[in-house]
């Protein structure tokens, strides 16, 4: 018999129930269906591969599917179930047999929860829900995302879209990219916390058209298709974060803009970005994505993982490690300092808008995370480090200060968002702010710089950093977070 028939069970009324059955309910009803037999053989899969369950009954009391299946037949001894997976076939009967949830090595999720809600198993659902949004994979993302929107699996389908934001251009260059239906690319492209360079995403969605046009059998010149749903999804690409060659190369040939937006895109390439909003409207959006940061734990050294993609290259020491991340454009952005309680005034009673700091990383680095505020990114360690104020020099109001941060120490892991999108110029209340990343020749270790406006001029920064101290001699605070960015 196939597993997938459609059963239920009847009560003495002759209505159609599937709760599942109380034990003196299962006891009542294997009475009137006479001779029993506790022992049942699931063949399973491709391979057929055989499943002994020898109590029955306890399946049965725990899904009303099962239930009506092996009560419509009570010699029933054998059932097929040709469409899971064996390995996932038997962890749901471990389940129903032992009420305790054990994964082991199971990676792919979808189907167990497949299991739970085809036979009616809300606690296993329950179980399994956290370990799968912790589990959620650039392989196995979509299937959950399109399970939980499909079943109203809300919480699942909401970790699936977070992890396609968080991925950003991971997810954008991966396969399952081009599976996404229409809508829900809309939505997820259009959202500044979607943190991908805009040229890739570009390239990518010419790809989706094509993919989805050879799904739906669209001719070859895609026109059509491109007039009627793709046109809106490449309003959501920010041409304007686009360098003038890549908007040249790449976009302008391309038939998808008119001549009014190509006309406004030039401009505004031509144009500091601090201007831009005295430019005349468009349809587009200027901002670049970066309204959200997120941790992760970022090995440096070997083969260097910087977040959502691989750099070649090999690294046999921490200087080593830190000095290639510097050579490959990663944008230090903020630094929070929580320091004294009291803030200090200069002696004018002025705030002071320019410091130099070192940061001395003491101690091994772990995958412990403080909870920081939601637009930071973190670097995380166990313990606070300390960090030596000074301010050698002072700056007037709307003059360039410049901020240098010096790290030291044996760094195992550190926390870093990499926005893989170089944010060169930032607008705050009308002032500008500029970011650079050098690769000083310095001892002990490279150097990273800051160039730009006092801090007021950048809410970015943390409430604590911008805090007034004394011109002279030397504070010691913590820092808890840097966060960088990716060209």
């Not at 097929?80 to 129903?96: E, G, N």
């Not at 630094?335 to 005034?345: M, R, T």
């Not at 310095?442 to 809410?459: F, M, R, W």
């Amino acid at each position: 018999m196939d597993l997938d028939s459609d059963y239920c069970s009847n009560d003495s009324d002759g209505r159609t129930s599937s709760r599942t059955p109380t034990p003196k309910l299962l006891s009542q009803q294997l009475k009137q269906h006479g001779k029993f037999s506790n022992r049942v053989v699931f063949i399973v899969g491709k391979s057929e591969e055989r499943i002994e369950v020898e109590n029955k009954a306890e399946i049965m009391k725990k899904s009303p599917v099962l239930n009506a299946l092996l009560l419509s037949d009570s010699s029933l001894f054998e059932i097929k179930a040709p469409q899971w997976d064996p390995k996932v076939f038997k962890i749901f009967i471990d389940y129903l047999l032992t009420d305790g949830f054990k994964a082991g090595n199971l990676t792919e999720f979808d189907e167990i929860i497949m299991l739970s809600i085809k036979y009616k198993v809300p606690k296993l659902l329950t179980q399994v829900n956290p370990i799968v949004k912790q589990s959620i994979t650039l392989d196995n993302c979509i299937n959950l995302y399109v399970l939980g929107a499909t079943h109203d699996l809300e919480e699942l389908r909401l970790a699936a879209y977070n992890f396609f934001l968080r991925m950003g251009n991971a997810f954008l260059e991966h396969q399952n990219f081009l599976e996404l239906d229409c809508i829900t690319l809309s939505i997820l492209i259009s959202s500044d916390d979607f943190p991908v360079v805009e040229i890739t995403l570009f390239k990518r969605l010419k790809e989706w058209v094509v993919a989805q046009c050879h799904r739906l059998g669209y001719p070859p010149d895609r026109k059509e298709f491109y007039g009627r749903v793709a046109g809106i999804l490449f309003r959501h690409v920010r041409y304007a974060q686009m360098t003038p060659k890549e908007f040249r190369n790449e976009v302008l040939n391309s038939g998808l803009l008119n001549e009014t937006d190509i006309e406004a895109i030039n401009l505004r390439h031509k144009t500091h970005p601090g201007l831009w909003h005295t430019l005349p409207p468009y349809q587009f959006v200027d901002r670049p994505r970066m309204t959200k940061m997120y941790n992760f734990a970022v090995p440096l050294y070997n083969n260097v993982q910087i977040g959502f993609r691989k750099i070649a290259g090999s690294c046999n020491t921490i200087k080593e490690s830190v000095r290639f991340l510097v050579s490959h454009d990663i944008y230090l952005t903020s630094i929070g300092f929580f320091g004294p309680a009291k803030s200090d005034l200069r002696a004018d009673g002025a705030p002071l808008t320019a410091y130099s700091i070192k940061i001395q990383i003491e101690g091994d680095y772990t995958k412990h995370y403080f909870r920081t505020p939601p637009q930071c990114a973190t670097v995380i360690t166990r313990d606070n480090f300390t960090v030596d104020l000074s301010h050698p020099f002072q700056i007037k109001k709307c003059q360039p200060y410049k901020l240098t941060v010096w790290i030291d120490g044996e760094v195992t892991q550190f926390g870093v968002f990499p926005l893989p999108q170089a944010i060169v110029l930032i607008q705050c209340k009308g002032e500008l702010m500029t970011f650079h990343f050098s690769d000083a020749d310095c001892d002990p270790t490279p150097t990273l710089e800051i160039s730009g406006l006092p801090t007021s001029a950048y809410p970015m920064m943390s409430q604590n950093f911008n805090r007034p101290y004394k011109s002279e001699g030397r504070i010691s605070g913590v820092i808890r977070c840097i966060s960088f960015i990716i060209k």
